[in-house]
């Protein structure tokens, strides 16, 4: 199937023509998140980029395969080879068993990848779910000399893998940098003893007296690396190679690297083709972080609970801001940037809702070239091709939100009667607008935020009375053709109208 799509590909650093390996089918692994605790603002951007990507992929009429695993165990402290798990501490903190804790955190993921309007990964693994898998692979690593054995513990030999392989390409990294792992040097070195070499990152940890999670494994009680997860998952779901590998660009070192050299040493080549990378969220210039206290869960957001907020937040609203900036760029959160965004959501998406609910005057155009609209965004093929060229050039979500503004100027000139417009032009122009905005960027354009429910509830009560006590009045009066005009009306309308000994009442 040819596409113009463009997408960056952090693997070459250009931009790419995007053509499937296994056409019309797309296989798209993401890193999932690691559910130790509840859904942050740094989970909002990944998901909603690669749900982007999802819907406009199958807008292309490819059937893809979306795959975005759950870390429930292997991910420990600072991203370092020794020390607690992620999600043992937390549940040792807590008093809860640790699949208590996943259990938790994962349903409260899931609610706010709805909220936020992602549509669901074709398959969820969890990283406890397929632990054969990957005591699989890492025997076939040990076997084929890029891993070795020590105390119960594997690790992969880098060396090894450095005398038939290229190692860094992804991340531009060098072998030292694997030294500090993650940025926790001391716990690297620590565990020298072990290794051959610090370099060398886990791939199963034997599991100390007091470690929850274990399995049994050809080399004893243990569990295994982070890395090692999504190497041994994406190939199970998507075969290798597969089309894209997506995450955060916190993931590129040492975690992307280390299932490049995993899969490879494995399978003989690279998990993924194509590798794309979503910029980092910060807050008022700083890195988001627990530690600096800027940390801000989505729930805050909604709620509008974080004593950093000015107010609550709607989904759609998170949503909009971060479509608004292209993928690949930084993202500046603060209250004032959010607030301004929320504020152009609703005159956009208000806008939008209002175009696809007018009806123009009717318009039959004589035969001609200008049979299908005015020109301009309001003619549909117009819309469609900027749309489609936004998109293709790597995904440019902000071009897209600014051309549907630009439509809105040009729907004002037909609202003020500038302009006309054929039936079927603005049949098929709405139908374009629903594509873009609803199905590939996720918005609603016929589901209201709360706030605008609230407002537009007091306002069609008030108007209702106003309709049923012109009724009441044309009953007195006995003007029956107005008063079955109106009930007739408010009936096709969608409400309720009853007449009784006592009055007129309604409902919706």
Not at 57 to 66: E, G
Not at 108 to 117: E, S, T
Not at 152 to 176: C, I, K, T
Not at 264 to 274: D, F, L, Q, S, V
């Amino acid at each position: 199937m040819a596409t113009e799509l463009l997408l960056y590909n952090t693997l070459t650093r250009t931009k790419e023509s995007f053509a499937p390996l296994r056409s019309p089918h797309v296989g798209l692994y993401v890193c999932g998140p690691t559910v130790y605790g509840p859904p942050h603002l740094g989970h909002a951007r990944p998901y909603i980029t690669f749900d982007l990507l999802l819907r406009y992929l199958t807008l292309l009429d490819y059937k893809v395969r979306y795959v975005r695993n759950i870390t429930d165990v292997g991910h420990l402290v600072d991203d370092a080879d020794e020390g607690e798990d992620k999600i043992a501490r937390r549940a040792r903190l807590e008093r809860v068993e640790p699949m208590e804790l996943v259990q938790r955190y994962t349903l409260a993921f899931h609610r706010a990848m709805d909220q936020l309007g992602n549509l669901p990964p074709s398959i969820e693994p969890r990283a406890s779910g397929h632990i054969p898998e990957q005591i699989e692979m890492i025997q076939t690593l040990i076997e084929r000399g890029f891993a070795y054995e020590v105390n119960g513990s594997v690790y992969f030999d880098l060396e090894s893998y450095r005398a038939h392989y290229p190692y860094g390409q992804l991340s531009g990294r060098v072998v030292d940098d694997l030294v500090a792992g993650a940025g926790n040097e001391r716990r690297a070195l620590a565990s020298q003893s072990e290794k051959r070499k610090p370099e060398d990152f886990a791939l199963w940890k034997k599991a100390e007296p007091e470690h929850i999670m274990r399995w049994n494994s050809p080399w004893g009680s243990g569990f295994p690396g982070w890395h090692i997860e999504c190497s041994a998952m994406s190939a199970k779901y998507l075969d290798t190679p597969f089309d894209i590998h997506g995450g955060g660009m916190d993931l590129l070192f040492p975690h992307h690297e280390s299932e490049i050299a995993q899969t490879t040493g494995c399978h003989g080549c690279a998990p993924a083709k194509t590798w794309i990378h979503n910029n980092m969220v910060t807050i008022n210039g700083q890195k988001m972080g627990k530690s600096l206290g800027n940390f801000i869960t989505l729930e805050d957001l909604f709620a509008g609970t974080h004593e950093g907020l000015s107010q609550a937040y709607d989904p759609m609203s998170i949503r909009f801001f971060v479509l608004q900036a292209q993928y690949r760029s930084t993202l500046d959160f603060s209250d004032a940037a959010l607030s301004a965004s929320s504020k152009g959501y609703k005159r956009w998406i208000q806008g939008l809702r209002a175009l696809m609910s007018y009806e123009p005057a009717v318009f039959e155009a004589t035969p001609g070239p200008n049979t299908t609209g005015p020109g301009g965004l309001l003619d549909p093929d117009v819309l469609d091709a900027k749309a489609r060229a936004a998109l293709n050039d790597d995904l440019n979500s902000p071009v897209l939100i600014a051309t549907l503004y630009e439509l809105l100027a040009d729907f004002q000139e037909l609202r003020n009667g500038k302009t006309q417009i054929t039936p079927e032009a603005w049949n098929r122009l709405r139908q374009t607008v629903q594509t873009y905005v609803e199905d590939v960027l996720g918005f609603p354009l016929t589901t209201l935020t709360s706030e605008e429910d609230s407002g537009t509830l007091q306002a069609l009560d008030a108007a209702m009375e106003v309709l049923m006590s012109l009724r009441q009045e044309a009953k007195a009066s006995k003007d029956w053709a107005l008063s079955d005009r109106i009930r007739d009306h408010l009936t096709h309308a969608g409400f309720k109208i009853m007449d009784d000994k006592e009055g007129s009442r309604w409902s919706r």
